[in-house]
């Protein structure tokens, strides 16, 4: 199984980025997929999610300004994030996710991509 984030770097306030998640490995149109980040010394949280058949949720700070969307051919995830802003910060990883049981799940995690956003 592979998860590979790329898109990341530094851009400034305003500006628009797209994260790719290349996955290989496991079924990918059967797992809801998931972006999160990171901030150094803080706990990682939720940015977006899309389950299989294209369904999206957003965390508040980034409606309007993110959108998730998935490639069930290329079993690949993007995140497409304009308006960017200094908050924005961290490093962005992707998660898929499929719950196998009503106990147990399967999830599997990328290796992450910096996105900083200054001036």
């Known amino acids: 199984v592979q998860l590979v984030e790329s898109g990341g770097g530094l851009v400034q306030p305003g500006d628009s980025l797209r994260l790719s998640c290349a996955t290989s490995g496991f079924n990918f149109g059967r797992f809801e997929m998931r972006w999160y980040r990171q901030v150094s010394g803080k706990q990682r949280e939720l940015v977006a999610a899309i389950a299989g058949g294209g369904r999206a949720d957003y965390r508040d700070s980034v409606k309007g300004r993110f959108t998730i969307s998935r490639d069930n051919a290329k079993s690949t995830v993007y995140l497409q994030m304009n308006n960017v802003k200094p908050e924005d910060t961290a490093v962005y990883f992707c998660?898929?996710?499929?719950?196998?049981?009503?106990?147990?799940?399967?999830?599997?995690w990328g290796q992450g991509t910096q996105v900083t956003v200054s001036s």
């Open positions: 998660k898929a996710e499929r719950a196998v049981s009503i106990e147990a799940k399967l999830e599997y």
